[in-house]
């Protein structure tokens, strides 16, 4: 069992940053891709990023690709989210991931063994 607990989000006005954190229970951190995906009102859940159980290889999304850069620390079972450059469509509730499966399935939300509860970001234009 992982049990995942978002913070960081908030209030931004566009063009600023956030940093979201993901600290992660269980003694298997390690050896799970770690990721993050967005739900907006009225929309479908969509992937953010995600990073293989080393940090060593990375996905994004093309919407944040060059804005966002995601990185774990395992030491501290933690996962985190750097939005930079954020825009009002980035506004959305973010979720943390995990999963035992290869880097490129855990991209699709329904590849995701354990979900966190989320957190809000709302950016304003």
């Known amino acids: 069992q992982v049990q995942l607990v978002e913070s960081g989000g908030g209030l931004v006005q566009a063009g600023g940053s956030l940093r979201l954190s993901c600290a992660a229970s269980?003694?298997?951190?390690?050896?799970?891709?770690m990721g993050w995906f967005r739900q907006a009102p009225g929309k479908e859940r969509e992937f953010v990023a995600v990073?293989?159980?080393?940090?060593?290889?990375?996905y994004y999304a093309d919407s944040v690709k060059g804005r966002f850069t995601i990185s774990r620390d395992n030491a501290k079972n933690t996962v985190y989210l750097q939005m930079n450059s954020l825009k009002p469509e980035d506004t959305a509730v973010y979720y943390c991931?995990?999963?035992?499966?290869?880097?490129?399935?855990?991209?699709?939300?329904?590849?995701?063994?354990?979900w966190g509860k989320g957190t809000l970001v709302t950016v304003s234009s």
């Open positions: 269980g003694r298997t951190f390690t050896t799970y891709a």
């Open positions: 990073s293989s159980w080393s940090g060593g290889t990375t």
């Open positions: 991931a995990a999963a035992r499966t290869r880097l490129e399935a855990a991209t699709e939300a329904r590849n995701m063994d354990y």
